[in-house]
């Protein structure tokens, strides 16, 4: 499913104009990725949570030439569904 099928979903769900459709989904997202970005955690009820964890530092090693490397501390996004979710897709 893409953002332009989320819109279409919302503009014949709730009978918005799809201009409004499209600014709600975009809101939507602006908001999540600006607290996600901030480091808070997204939990939709039923759905899941969405988690911002920190990566530290550490050695690795190129596959193709053996040679170790060092790969730098990031930040990483993860997603764990709901008991809910879980259900629906299994059953």
Do not use: C
């Not at 279409?8 to 709600?24: C, F, H, M, T």
């Not at 190129?62 to 879980?86: D, M």
């Amino acid at each position: 499913m893409t953002k332009i099928d989320i819109i279409q979903n919302v503009y014949e769900r709730l009978g918005i104009p799809k201009k409004d459709s499209a600014r709600i989904v975009d809101s939507v997202f602006e908001l999540m990725k600006d607290s996600l970005a901030q480091g808070k955690k997204i939990k939709i009820s039923g759905f899941g949570n969405f988690i911002v964890k920190e990566k530290q530092p550490r050695r690795g090693r190129n596959p193709q030439t053996g040679e170790e490397i060092s790969i730098s501390a990031r930040r990483v996004l993860t997603f764990k569904s709901s008991q809910v979710l879980r259900r629906t897709l299994n059953d």
